[in-house]
């Protein structure tokens, strides 16, 4: 069975662009959750996402956002960025969320010039 | 609200050492508890999962046991080698209902040396 997957794996963008990365779950997972990871601040979770509905949200700013597509499929998008946002960003898919083993893909590493 | 500490947060031994990292929680209404390794700039690698019923579970040369009442974990590798270099966190679920979120601990980054 195919693991989780994350593109772009690499991106760079200047300050006050925007960026949409993607993920694609394990198949047969419904639920998809997000997570930012830095130095300072360690792994953040920013939302999950089950049937294609928020069902969970951590505390960012509304400049992250999300969506779930009818595959499972998951993108979450950043605008205006700022330098914080460099950042290595985690998607994780279970069956269906709640307390269930997580499965992580590989990242996208986010810089922000 | 949930904090997740993991002492220590560096650990070199030599190869062949049995060792143990821990790991604390504040709040002991945890449904699970699940120990990830991730090598450098890598995700991260799901190794053990304890649901909150459960005091222990075995992998190979892992093992990772859970005490809800002292907030606890603890991640024994046995016969450690230097492949298992890597960082070590432990995250604790948390959550109401169908949802709900890990919470990670800072990670205790291992060093085996041949």
Redesign the interface.
């Known amino acids: 069975k195919a693991g989780?997957t994350?593109t772009p794996r690499y991106l760079i963008k200047t300050r006050g662009q925007q960026v949409t990365l993607s993920c694609s779950p394990i198949s047969g997972h419904r639920s998809v959750?997000w997570?930012q990871q830095t130095p300072g601040q360690?792994?953040?979770?920013l939302f999950?996402y089950?049937s294609e509905t928020q069902?969970?949200k951590?505390n960012f700013p509304g400049r992250f956002s999300g969506r779930q597509f009818s595959n499972s499929r998951s993108e979450m998008n950043v605008s205006t960025l700022e330098l914080g946002d460099s950042a290595?960003y985690?998607c994780?898919s279970s069956l269906?969320?709640?307390?269930g083993?997580?499965?992580?893909?590989?990242?996208t590493?986010l810089t922000v010039l | 609200k949930q904090e997740v500490t993991q002492i220590p947060a560096a650990l070199s031994v030599p190869e062949g050492e049995n060792l143990v990292l821990n790991c604390s929680f504040t709040d002991s209404a945890i449904y699970n508890l699940q120990w990830f390794r991730q090598d450098p700039g890598k995700g991260l690698t799901s190794l053990l999962l304890i649901q909150s019923s459960q005091r222990e579970q075995t992998s190979g040369r892992l093992n990772a046991s859970l005490d809800k009442s002292s907030g606890r974990s603890t991640l024994y590798i046995a016969a450690s080698q230097p492949g298992d270099s890597a960082t070590y966190l432990c995250a604790a679920f948390n959550g109401s209902g169908n949802t709900g979120k890990l919470i990670f601990g800072q990670g205790t980054t291992l060093q085996v040396k041949p």
């Open positions: 989780v994350q959750s997570y360690g792994l953040q979770f999950e089950f069902r969970n951590g290595l985690l994780a269906d969320g709640g307390a083993q997580q499965f992580f893909g590989p990242g590493r």
